[in-house]
C-alpha cells in the first residue's frame, strides 16, 4: 500500500483516526449538542443527496488509508438513522490499512442493529449514556426515548461480542447528572464494558457552556476512588485521549476523558469528516475543507490523486490546539495573539 509515513502537523502529529459523520439528524434533542430549540422540527437538515454516498465515504477513507489512518470510527448526529449502515461496515473493514472500524452511537436503535452490525465485521461500540435515572436521562435526552432501550441495546451489543469490546461514555455536568456518578460506576463494574467520563465541552455555540458546569476529571475519580479503590493503567497507544484506570479488587476498568481540566491537543491524531463530506481538522473547528467537490467532480484514479493531495496538505498545515488555548490564563498566550475561536462547528455536525 503506498503510505506516507512522514505526514505529520505542523506539531509532529500523525493523522491516525478518521471520524466520520454519516447522519447529521439524531432522535435525542441533548441539550449539550442538539437543544430542542435550536433543532425544532421546522430545522432543515441535510437531504440525502447533500450527503456522501457510501462510494464515496469509502474513497475518502481508502485515500486515508494510504496517508496513515488505521481507524475509522462511525459518528452522526446518530448513525444508526443511516440506511444500510451495515454495508458500509462491510465496505470499509476490507479497506486496506484500516485496523479498526468503530460507532458511536446513542443505543436507541441498537438492540435491533447489533447482531447484523456484528456480523458486517464492526470491531467496537461506543454508547453515550449519561444518567441511570429515568428523569435525568429523560431531561439529558430531550425526552426522546427510554432509559430502558438504551440499555436493551447494549445488552444486545454484549451478546453479539464486538472483538474490541464496548465502551459507555457519560457526559457529566454539574448540578445536572452528577448524582449518578456511583450509580454508573456500580451498574458497569464487574463487566466488560468499559466506563468513560468526559467533562463536559463547550463543543458548538448553542449550548450555554460555563466552565462552573464542568465537573474535573479529578473530582470524580476522587469520588469513585473513596468507593471502590483505583489504580492508574497505562495508555494502549500514543493519543489515547481517556486516562484509564482500573479497580483494585479487579472488578473491571474506568476511564477519564478531560479536554476542558487536562487537554491531551499534543497527541491528537484525529481528522473529522462530516456528512456533507467537509474535512475538520479539530473538534472545535470554525471551517473545513469541503472534499465532497473533489469527490464529485473526478471520480477516476486522477482525482483520487487530488483527493490525496487534498489531505496531506490540509494535515501538513495542521496546527490546532483549541483546548491548551482554553486553557491559557487571559492576558496571556503561547500562540501570539490568537485566542480561541468563538464560532465552532456543532458537535452534531461532525460527532464527538
Known amino acids: 500500500m503506498d503510505t506516507d509515513a512522514s505526514l505529520v502537523d505542523r506539531l509532529g502529529r500523525p493523522m ?28 432543515r437538515f441535510l437531504a440525502p443527496r447533500e450527503r456522501l454516498d457510501f462510494d464515496e465515504i469509502e474513497r475518502v477513507a481508502r485515500v486515508a488509508a494510504g496517508l496513515g489512518v ?5 459518528t452522526g448526529g446518530e448513525p444508526l438513522l443511516r440506511p444500510g449502515l451495515p454495508e458500509l461496515v462491510a465496505r ?47 431531561q439529558m435526552s430531550g425526552g426522546r426515548a427510554k432509559l430502558s432501550t438504551v440499555l436493551d441495546g447494549i445488552e444486545a451489543a454484549r451478546a453479539a461480542g464486538f472483538p474490541g469490546g ?13 448524582s449518578g ?23 458548538g455555540t448553542r449550548n450555554g457552556w460555563e466552565r462552573a458546569d464542568v465537573v474535573p476529571s479529578r ?5 469513585i476512588d473513596a468507593h471502590w479503590p483505583l489504580i492508574p493503567l497505562s495508555p494502549n497507544y500514543r493519543g489515547e485521549v481517556a486516562r484509564r484506570y482500573r479497580y483494585v479488587d479487579g472488578e473491571g476498568e474506568v476511564g477519564f476523558v478531560s479536554s476542558v481540566s ?14 456533507d463530506g467537509k474535512l475538520y481538522t479539530c473538534l472545535f473547528a ?38 491548551e488555548e482554553r486553557a491559557i490564563p487571559r492576558g496571556c498566550s503561547a500562540v501570539k495573539g490568537k485566542a480561541p475561536a468563538a464560532e465552532k462547528i456543532e458537535m452534531h455536525y461532525i460527532g464527538g
Open 16 to 43: 491516525r483516526d478518521l471520524r466520520i459523520s454519516v447522519m447529521d439528524r439524531c432522535n435525542f434533542r441533548c441539550p449539550y449538542c442538539m437543544p430542542e430549540a435550536t433543532y425544532h422540527e421546522g430545522f
Open 70 to 74: 488505521t481507524k475509522l470510527r462511525l
Open 92 to 138: 470499509l473493514v476490507r479497506v486496506p490499512g484500516i485496523e479498526d472500524v468503530a460507532l458511536t452511537t446513542n443505543g436507541v436503535l441498537l438492540a435491533r442493529s447489533a447482531a447484523v452490525l456484528r456480523a458486517a465485521g464492526l470491531h467496537r461500540v461506543t454508547v453515550s449514556l449519561d444518567s441511570l435515572d429515568a428523569a435525568v436521562f429523560a
Open 166 to 178: 464496548m465502551k459507555i461514555n457519560s457526559v457529566i455536568q454539574r448540578g445536572v447528572n452528577d
Open 181 to 203: 456518578i456511583l450509580d454508573l460506576a456500580a451498574r458497569f463494574r464487574g463487566t466488560d464494558i468499559v466506563l468513560r467520563f468526559i467533562e463536559y465541552m463547550d463543543v
Open 219 to 223: 473530582e470524580i475519580l476522587a469520588r
Open 262 to 275: 487536562a487537554p491531551f491537543c499534543g497527541d491528537c491524531s484525529r481528522a473529522r469528516l462530516s456528512s
Open 286 to 323: 470554525a471551517e473545513g475543507t469541503d472534499l465532497r467537490a473533489i469527490l464529485r467532480e473526478d471520480d477516476t484514479v486522477q482525482g483520487d490523486r487530488k483527493l490525496r493531495a487534498t489531505l496531506s496538505g490540509i494535515w501538513h498545515g495542521r496546527a490546532d490546539r483549541y483546548s
